[in-house]
C-alpha cells in the first residue's frame, strides 16, 4: 500500500527510517505511554505486512520516524512491538470471526485486549475519537484479510 512506503535516510553517522504507515500509528502520549495501533485498512495483507515488518528490522536505523506522530530513538524495539501487535490483531480476529462475530462486536475486545491501545482514552478528545474510528478501520481489514484467508485455505482441501 501507498502509505507503507518506508524510506532509510542518512544523517552523518545518523540512519533516520521514516517508516509511512507500515509500523503502524505511534503516540506517546502526555504520561508518556505509548498508544501503538496497525494502520491495516481494507485490502490488507497479513503476510506481506509482517514481511515488510521483518525487513524495516533489518535497516539498522538509529532513529524512527512516524507520519502520525513523532520520532524515536528506539526503532528495533517499537518495530519489534508493531510485528507483535500485528500477529496478536491476527490470531485475535482469527478467533472472534470464527465465533462469528462481526467488526461492531469485535471492536471494544480489541481495544480492551490489545495493551498498546490501552492508552486510548489518554489521548486528547479529538484524537481519541479519530483513533477509534482508525482502530475500526484498521479492523476491518483485518476481518478481510482473515476471511480471504478462510476462503483460499477451502479452497485447497
Not at 503502524?24 to 508518556?32: A, D, L, P, R, S
Not at 515488510?52 to 526503532?75: K, M, R
Not at 470471526?97 to 471492536?107: C, L, N
Request: hydrophobic share 40%; charged share 25%; with cysteine.
Amino acid at each position: 500500500s501507498p502509505h507503507h512506503s518506508s524510506y532509510l535516510y542518512s544523517l552523518g553517522e545518523k540512519k533516520i527510517l521514516f517508516v509511512g504507515e507500515a509500523a503502524g500509528v505511534c503516540i506517546c502520549t502526555q504520561g508518556e505511554d505509548l498508544y501503538l495501533r496497525p494502520a491495516t485498512p481494507p485490502r490488507f495483507h497479513y503476510e506481506t505486512a509482517r514481511k515488510s515488518l521483518l525487513a524495516l528490522q533489518n535497516t539498522q536505523a538509529d532513529v524512527i520516524c512516524y507520519p502520525h506522530y513523532g520520532a524515536f530513538e528506539e526503532p528495533k524495539r517499537l518495530l519489534s512491538l508493531a510485528l507483535s501487535q500485528l500477529d496478536f490483531w491476527w490470531e485475535l480476529v482469527c478467533d472472534l470471526d470464527a465465533q462469528g462475530m462481526e467488526v461492531d462486536a469485535m471492536h471494544p475486545i480489541v481495544i480492551a485486549k490489545d495493551p498498546l491501545l490501552r492508552c486510548l482514552d489518554k489521548l486528547e478528545g479529538r484524537e481519541s475519537f479519530r483513533e477509534r474510528r482508525f482502530i475500526r478501520q484498521s479492523l476491518m481489514g483485518f476481518i478481510g484479510a482473515v476471511r480471504e484467508y478462510k476462503e483460499a485455505k477451502n479452497e485447497l482441501q
